[in-house]
C-alpha cells in the first residue's frame, strides 16, 4: 500500500476526528470518534467500512477550495483498493486486472468463446439439451479448477486483511450483526435514511440501495440454485438438466433476473457518478466486475429460454466463457470487497461491543 495514500487518508481521519459533523453519517464516524491515533491497520479498516456513499462529502465544509482540501470518499477509495491489490495472492495479478480489468475480461471471454465453441463440437456430449454438447463431467473437470482457485486466493487474501487490520476476538454475535448491517446494507441509507450521495451529489437517492439489493441478493439466489441441483445430482441421484418448476429453476431464474437489474442499474449509476470521489485509476476494473455479473445472468437467462434453439451454438460456449472469466477474476476484481466489507463490519461490531463494555 502507497505510504502517500496512508498518510493523507490519516490526515483527513484526524481533521474529520476533530470535526466530528458527520458522525451520525455511517459506521466509519463512530469508528473515527471512538480512536485517537490511527495505525496503518486502523486506516485499511476504516476504508473497507466505507461504502462510498459520499454524504459525507457533500456536506463536509472543508472540501476544495477550503485549504484542509478534504475528500474523504476519494482517499478512501484509494486505500480500500490498495488493501486489495497488497493481500491478493499472486498480488501482480491483482494490480493488473484493477487496473485493466476491461480490457482482460473482453480478451479471456473472446478467447474463451472459442475454446469452449471448439469442444462443444469434440463429441463430448451425454444427456438432454445443453449436455448433449458437454457432458456433465466434462463440465465439471474444467470448472472445478478454475472455482476452488479462486476461493483459496480469496482465502488467503482475506486472512492477510484481516491480520493486517489487528482485529480483537470476535464472537458469533459480531458476526452476526456484521451480516444483519450488510442484508440490510444499513450503510446506505443515509444519515437520515434516505438513501445516499452516489449519482445525484447533495440530493439523497435510494436507487443505489435497491440495486445492490437486487445484486446480493440475485447472486444468493444464484448460488443456491447451483449448491441444490449438485446436492441433487450427487446426493439424491437426480440428474440434470432439471424441469421448470424444480428447486434450481425456481431459485436460478428469479436470481438471474433480479441480477440482471442490479448489475444493469449499478452499471448506469457508475457512468453518473463524480469520479473524483472514487479510486479512477480502477473504475474501468470495477466496470468489468459489474458487466461479467451481468453477463453470466443474461447470458445463463438467455440459454436457459433459448437452449432448444439453433442459438445454442453461440449462448453456451459464450455463458460458459463468461461464467469461467468471472471465477478467474474474482479473487482480483470487486467480487473481494464484499468479503473484505464484511469483515469490517465485524471488526466494527466487536469493537463496538468491546467499547461498551468498559
Not at 459533523?21 to 486506516?43: L, N
Not at 472543508?62 to 484542509?68: I, N
Not at 475480461?105 to 439439451?129: E, K, P, Q
Request: proline share 4%.
Amino acid at each position: 500500500m502507497s505510504n502517500e495514500t496512508t498518510t493523507e487518508a490519516r490526515r483527513q481521519i484526524e481533521i474529520c476526528n476533530a470535526c466530528r459533523y458527520c458522525e451520525g453519517y455511517c459506521s466509519v464516524f463512530p469508528a473515527i470518534t471512538s480512536s485517537r491515533a490511527f495505525s496503518d491497520g486502523d486506516i485499511t479498516h476504516l476504508a473497507n467500512l466505507c461504502h462510498n456513499c459520499r454524504g459525507c462529502y457533500y456536506a463536509c465544509q472543508y472540501t476544495a477550495p477550503h485549504e484542509f482540501d478534504l475528500n474523504l470518499p476519494k482517499i478512501l477509495a484509494e486505500v480500500r483498493h490498495d488493501s486489495w491489490v497488497q493481500h491478493s495472492y499472486p498480488q501482480a495479478l491483482g494490480s493488473v486486472i484493477n487496473t485493466s480489468g476491461m480490457g482482460i475480461a473482453a480478451l479471456f471471454v473472446f478467447s474463451l468463446t472459442a475454446v469452449f465453441y471448439a469442444i462443444m463440437h469434440f463429441d463430448l456430449g451425454h444427456g438432454d439439451r445443453f449436455y448433449a454438447y458437454m457432458s456433465h463431467s466434462v463440465m465439471v473437470a474444467i470448472f472445478m479448477p478454475a472455482f476452488l482457485f479462486p476461493l483459496m486466493a480469496m482465502g488467503i487474501s482475506l486472512t492477510r486483511y484481516w491480520r493486517s487490520i489487528g482485529s480483537p476476538v470476535v464472537t458469533l454475535r459480531d458476526f452476526a450483526a456484521a451480516i444483519t448491517s450488510a442484508g440490510k446494507l444499513k450503510n446506505l441509507s443515509g444519515g437520515h435514511g434516505d438513501g445516499c450521495n452516489f449519482e445525484n451529489e447533495d440530493a439523497f437517492t435510494p436507487w443505489r440501495k435497491y440495486f445492490h439489493h437486487f445484486t446480493l441478493y440475485g447472486f444468493l439466489l444464484c448460488f443456491a440454485s447451483t449448491s441444490s441441483a449438485t446436492l441433487m445430482h450427487y446426493i439424491l441421484d437426480m440428474s440434470a438438466p432439471y424441469g421448470p418448476f424444480s428447486l434450481p429453476k425456481i431459485l436460478g431464474v428469479p436470481g438471474g433476473i433480479m441480477l440482471c437489474i442490479g448489475t444493469a442499474g449499478l452499471a448506469v449509476l457508475k457512468t453518473k457518478a463524480d469520479p473524483n470521489l472514487g479510486a479512477a485509476k480502477v473504475w474501468a476494473g470495477e466496470m468489468a466486475f459489474i458487466v461479467l455479473l451481468f453477463a453470466v445472468s443474461a447470458s445463463g437467462l438467455a440459454l436457459y429460454w433459448l437452449g432448444d434453439s439453433d442459438l445454442i451454438d453461440v449462448l453456451l460456449p459464450l455463458h460458459l466463457a463468461v461464467v469461467f472469466t468471472l471465477f478467474l477474476m474474482m479473487p482480483y476484481s470487486k467480487m473481494v470487497h464484499g468479503f473484505y466489507r464484511l469483515a469490517a463490519l465485524t471488526r466494527d461490531a466487536a469493537d463496538v461491543r468491546l467499547k461498551s463494555v468498559k
